[in-house]
Nanobody
Framework: QVQLVESGGGLVQAGGSLRLSCAAS????????LGWYRQAPGKQREMVAT???????NYPDSVKGRFTISRDNAKNTVYLQMNSLKPEDTAVYYC????????????WGQGTQVTVSS
């Protein structure tokens, strides 16, 4: 079993920054993808950033240039540095751990609230 524990959410003014962290514990195999997703009220969950175990990253256009994902494989921790935050970034942010090779798994954290005031 794997547990993901997020931290770092909060309230920030537009233009400000926040850094989210997610620590994974349990039976974690290599060759996985760590990611951040978010869900705003009344909207579907969307991908914010992903990073493979080899360090390849992916971002949607909405956050590209503002958000940076990184990971520390030794600590099984993933980070999301969010700069130039906008009110539309307000959402619950979820950490995800995905492995598509056997053993396959897909785990989610409990979520952390990020609120950006205008």
């Amino acid at each position: 079993q794997v547990q993901l524990v997020e931290s770092g959410g909060g309230l920030v003014q537009a233009g400000g920054s926040l850094r989210l962290s997610c620590a994974a514990s349990g039976s974690i195999f290599s060759a996985n993808v760590l990611g951040w997703y978010r869900q705003a009220p009344g909207k579907q969950r969307e991908m914010v950033a992903t990073i493979t175990s080899s360090g390849n990253t992916n971002y949607p256009d909405s956050v590209k240039g503002r958000f940076t994902i990184s990971r520390d494989n030794a600590k099984n921790t993933v980070y999301l540095q969010m700069n130039s935050l906008k009110p539309e970034d307000t959402a619950v942010y979820y950490c995800n751990l995905l492995r598509v090779l056997n053993p396959r798994y897909n785990y989610w954290g409990q979520g952390t609230q990020v609120t950006v005031s205008s």
